[in-house]
């Protein structure tokens, strides 16, 4: 497939998600906040349903080789990185995908949220061959490196030229921890329902 096409296509599914998100108000903070602090599932299920989809589709891609996965290793500098961005977010009131549809629709906030993001990029990027860590591009072998607090590569193509199993098991076995959450989620609702017709 040419880039042009490439680009087409991302063109046309971009579109169209950020015509859903708006349209829905989906936001992965709000899916993970609501379902923490006010015990409401409805982006959480949400959140659920699109990982599971996008869990088989993206391993049955890697599975025939074909996708373009990223590769980037796990490890300590990962969770730290996660809890900084979860903590932005929960700051800005937004993830980075609801900010946009927020400053499209003329929300200061958020233009002044997506400003920064900017800015703390550009200047990530400047610091990036200082604070890359563990320091040594060496201990980035894609195996386990305790000495260096690396986890390995972390995708499902690594995992099946590493252990010779299709990537497809790997998203089954996530799709089905998925499912299992979901499922919990439905029936908490569902109990929940129960007491509120009893009372």
Known sequence: MSTIAECMIAFVFGTAVGLLVQRSRFCNTAALR???????????????????????????????????????????????????????????GACTVSTWVKAAEGNVGAVWALLFTFIGMFLFSLLWSYNQ????PASMTGDPN????????????????????????????????????YRAIRRKEQAREKDEVSE
């Not at 982006?43 to 080789?65: P, S, Y």
């Open 146 to 181: 305790p000495e260096a607090l690396q986890a390995g590569f972390a995708n499902a193509r690594t995992l099946q030229e590493k252990t010779g199993i299709p990537a497809i098991v790997f998203g089954l076995i996530q799709f089905a921890v998925l499912a299992a959450i």
């Open 34 to 92: 609501d379902a923490m602090m006010f015990s409401t599932y409805r982006n959480t299920k949400a959140l659920l349903v699109a990982m599971m989809i996008l869990t088989v589709g993206f391993t049955a891609f890697m599975t025939v080789g074909a996708g373009h996965p990223l590769d980037f290793d796990v490890g300590l500098n990962t969770f730290l990185g996660l809890f900084l961005f979860g903590l932005g977010m929960v700051l800005a």
């Open 133 to 136: 860590w563990p320091p040594a």
